[in-house]
Structure formats: structure tokens, C-alpha cells
């Protein structure tokens, strides 16, 4: 069986308006909540669709997906 990843530990850095970050908190709680399988590859894109979509400068987002952790952080 092929690893599952979930949203678990996704680390958000450089993001500078407080009202992005919480917008990108309360939907990666929802995906967390759902408990979606998924690739690391499928979680960044994921994540960078989300921030393209709300006008934040991709280039100033760091994303890192770790696996088998039981709180989701965003920084």
C-alpha cells in the first residue's frame, strides 16, 4: 500500500496580511478535518491554488508537508 500523507503539518511562511493567514487556517482545518489522502506533491499544488486564488505572492510562500503528525501548524 502506497504511503497516505495527510494535512497535517503544513508550514506557511512570509505570508504578511493576518486576515490571508487566517482565511488559509480556517480551509486547511476543513482539509485536515476531512482527513483527505494525498501525495505531498498534490498537497503543495493544493496549497499553492489556494494562495494564487486569494492574490498572495506565490514566490513568497514557503510550503512543507510533513506526514504522520497530529496537529496542523500554520506559522
Do not use: C, E, G
Not at 476531512?34 to 499553492?48: D, G, R
Request: net charge positive; proline share 4%; hydrophobic share 55%.
Amino acid at each position: 500500500m502506497a504511503s497516505i500523507f495527510r494535512f497535517h503539518f503544513i508550514h506557511i511562511f512570509f505570508i504578511r496580511s493576518r486576515n490571508l493567514r487566517r482565511i488559509l487556517k480556517k480551509i486547511l482545518r476543513l482539509l485536515d478535518l476531512l482527513k483527505l489522502p494525498s501525495k505531498p506533491a498534490y498537497a503543495q499544488l493544493l496549497v499553492s491554488v489556494i494562495l494564487s486564488s486569494t492574490n498572495a505572492l506565490i514566490p513568497l510562500a514557503t510550503v512543507r508537508l510533513q506526514a504522520n503528525h497530529s496537529r496542523l501548524l500554520l506559522l
